[in-house]
Each structure stands twice: as C-alpha cells, then as structure tokens.
C-alpha cells in the first residue's frame, strides 16, 4: 500500500554535500518509522540512519555519525537524509524504507522500500 521514492543522489566531490529524500507516492508516513540504508558494490546491505514515526528519536551508524542528520516532514510526507562531509566510502545506491511503529537497523524488518538512489563521493 505505501509506495516510497528517494530523491537527491548524485556524483559529489569528497567534503561536498547532498540531501536525500523520501517521499510516499501513495500512502501517508504519518504512522511509520523511516530508515535510510545503503549498499555499496560487491557489499551487503547496511543500515545508515532510522528516525521514529513522531522524529522524537533518531539512530546512526557509527561510520556517519556527526556527518548525516536524519529529519521529517510528515506535513509534506517526506523524510530527509543531510549527508556533509562526504567521503569516497560513502558511495552507494541510498534506500529509504518504512516499518511500522518503531524504528530500527534491522533491515528484515522493513516491508516497504524505495528503489534507491545513488551517491557517489570521489574527486
């Protein structure tokens, strides 16, 4: 029922910035926890950052903990990734996905999910 689409990736200087976005095409965002997860070439897929259904709370991987902010907008059914100080290792295709409730890293929960966007950070 509730579609996703990330906006916002592309190619960036290292120490350069861009904001990703999450929009629902269809349904509301209102009632659900958002995570950002990324997957790099050759990786597996990792969590980046979670935000709880209110924005009350937020989570970060350590890897881009004081770079990445994570905030929403419910009145525009958006939620948004600020990612500063991008490094090479932050190259990856972007997913954003939505879980009932309560936010999490766990990736296995997540029902619904974006297609992806990609960002790369090299000079």
């Known amino acids: 029922q509730l579609q996703l689409v990330e906006s916002g990736g592309g190619l960036v200087q290292p120490g350069g910035s861009l904001r990703l976005s999450c929009a629902a095409s269809?349904?509301?965002?209102?009632?659900?926890?958002i995570g950002w997860f990324r997957q790099a070439p050759g990786k597996e897929r990792e969590g980046v950052s979670c935000?709880?259904?209110?924005?009350?709370?937020?989570d970060y991987a350590d890897s881009v903990k004081d770079r990445f902010t994570i905030s929403r907008d419910n009145a525009k059914n958006t939620v948004y990734l600020q990612m500063n100080n991008l490094k090479p290792e932050d190259t990856a295709v972007y997913y954003c996905?939505?879980?009932?409730?309560?936010?999490?890293?766990?990736?296995?929960?997540?029902?619904?999910w974006g297609q992806g966007t990609q960002v790369t950070g090299s000079s």
């Open positions: 996905a939505a879980v009932w409730v309560m936010a999490t890293m766990k990736k296995s929960l997540y029902a619904d």
């Open positions: 269809a349904g509301t965002l209102d009632y659900y926890a």
């Open positions: 935000i709880s259904h209110s924005g009350g709370k937020a």
